[in-house]
C-alpha cells in the first residue's frame, strides 16, 4: 500500500507586516537589510485577533480535500502538528475534524515543533501502510505570533502564521508507479532542547511562555543534521542527488536553504521558497510551501519531492515523495 499526496491547501492570515513596519516598532532597534541579509525575510502573516491555529488548518485542510476530489467521509484521521495548539485538549486535530463536519475516524496533535509536518506525514504514511487508515488529513498549522517575546528582536522577526494541509490517500497501484510517500526518516536528540526552546507550558508554569533560540547553534546543528538526514532518505532508495526534482525544505532562513539546494546540486529555480514572504510558520512552513508549488504547477504529476526540517527538540527529519 501506498500513501500518495492526492491533493494539497494552504492559508494565511490577511494580515502581513513587512520587515520596515517592524523596524518602526519602538525599542526594537532592527533593520529591513539585516533581517532580509541574514534570513532573506521580507514579510510574515499575522493571525487576526481571535483566529487560531484550528481556525487557519481547517481553511488549509478544506483546500487540500477539494483538490483532491475527496468528501469528509473519506477521511479516516486527522493528525495535525503544531506547536501553538487552540488549547491542551481538545487537540487542535479533533477541533479540524469537528469543525469539517467529519462524523467518523480519530484525530490528535503531534508535537514536533518545526519538523512537525515531517514527523505527521511519517505517523500518517505507517498507518496507512498498515491498514490503519485509507485516507488521512496532514495539517500543519501555527500562531507563533502567541508566543513570541515582541521586545526581542533575535526571535520575534524570524517568525509568522498560517497553515498548510495534505490529503493521503491509500493507493495500491501506486507502488508500482513508483508514486507516493517512499519513506520518511526522523530523528531527536533532547539533549539539546535547550537551544530552540518555549519558556513555559500549561504543566510547568502554567503560561503559554515564548520563544527562545540560540540561534547561532541551531543555525549549525541545522545545516550538519539537515544534510545527513537528506543523504539517509537518498540512500534508503539508492537514489542519486540528480534525481530529486524539488527540494521543499522547512522555511526557516534563505542561507540554511540555500546551503541544502548546493547540497544537492540543485538550482535555487529547483528549491521552493517561502521564507521571503512567510517567514518561519513552523510545522505548516513545508505544507504551505508544497500548497504553493503544487498549485502554481511547479511540481507536477512523477515529479520526485524532497521535504526536510528542523526544530525544537531537537528534532529533525527528511521525506521523499514521487507526486
Ligand atoms: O525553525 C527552527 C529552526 N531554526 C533555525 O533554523 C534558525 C537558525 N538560526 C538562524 O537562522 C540564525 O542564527 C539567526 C537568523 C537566528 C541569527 O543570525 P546570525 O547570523 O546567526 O546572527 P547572530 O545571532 O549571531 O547575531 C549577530 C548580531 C548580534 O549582535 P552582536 O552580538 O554581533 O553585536 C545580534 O544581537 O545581530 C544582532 N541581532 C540583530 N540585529 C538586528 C540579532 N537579531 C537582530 C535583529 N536585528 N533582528
Not at 488549509?60 to 502538528?81: C, K, M, N, P, T
Not at 514536533?112 to 487508515?133: N, S
Request: hydrophobic share 45%; net charge neutral; glycine share 12%.
Amino acid at each position: 500500500m501506498r500513501a500518495v499526496i492526492a491533493g494539497t491547501g494552504g492559508y494565511l492570515p490577511e494580515r502581513s507586516i513587512s520587515n520596515d513596519e517592524l523596524a518602526a516598532w519602538k525599542g526594537l532597534e532592527t533593520s529591513d537589510a539585516w533581517i532580509v541579509e541574514r534570513t532573506g525575510i521580507r514579510r510574515r502573516h499575522i493571525a487576526a485577533e481571535g483566529e487560531t491555529a484550528s481556525d487557519m488548518g481547517a481553511k488549509a485542510a478544506l483546500a487540500a480535500l477539494a483538490q483532491a476530489g475527496a468528501s469528509a467521509e473519506e477521511v479516516d484521521a486527522v493528525i495535525v502538528a503544531t506547536a501553538t495548539p487552540d488549547s491542551a485538549f481538545p487537540s487542535t486535530a479533533a477541533r479540524i475534524q469537528g469543525k469539517l463536519g467529519i462524523l467518523r475516524g480519530f484525530a490528535f496533535d503531534i508535537s514536533a515543533a518545526c519538523t512537525g509536518f515531517v514527523y505527521a506525514l511519517g505517523v500518517a504514511d505507517a498507518m496507512i501502510r498498515c491498514g490503519q487508515a485509507r485516507g488521512v488529513l496532514v495539517v500543519g498549522t501555527e500562531v507563533f505570533s502567541r508566543i513570541l517575546d515582541w521586545s526581542d528582536r533575535a526571535t520575534c522577526v524570524l517568525f509568522g502564521d498560517g497553515a498548510g494541509a495534505v490529503f493521503l490517500r491509500a493507493l495500491p497501484e501506486a507502488r508500482a508507479e513508483g508514486r507516493g510517500v517512499l519513506s520518511t526518516h526522523l530523528h531527536a536528540d533532547g539533549r539539546y532542547g535547550d537551544i530552540l526552546t518555549v519558556d513555559g507550558g500549561a504543566g510547568s508554569t502554567g503560561t503559554c511562555g515564548v520563544v527562545r533560540m540560540a540561534g547561532r547553534e541551531v543555525f549549525k546543528h541545522a545545516v550538519t543534521k539537515l544534510a545527513s538526514a537528506v543523504d539517509e532518505a537518498l540512500a534508503a532508495h539508492g537514489l542519486a542527488k540528480e534525481q530529486v526534482a524539488w527540494l521543499v525544505p522547512h522555511q526557516a532562513n534563505i542561507r540554511i536553504i540555500e546551503a541544502m539546494g548546493r547540497k544537492l546540486g540543485l538550482p535555487m529555480s529547483r528549491v521552493v521558497v517561502t521564507v521571503d514572504r512567510h517567514a518561519n510558520t513552523s510545522a505548516a512552513s513545508i505544507p504551505l510551501a508544497l500548497a504553493e508549488a503544487t498549485r502554481d504547477g511547479r511540481i507536477s504529476h512523477g515529479d520526485l519531492v524532497l521535504m526536510e526540517g528542523i526544530g525544537g527538540g531537537l528534532t529533525w527529519g527528511a521525506a521523499l515523495a514521487r507526486f
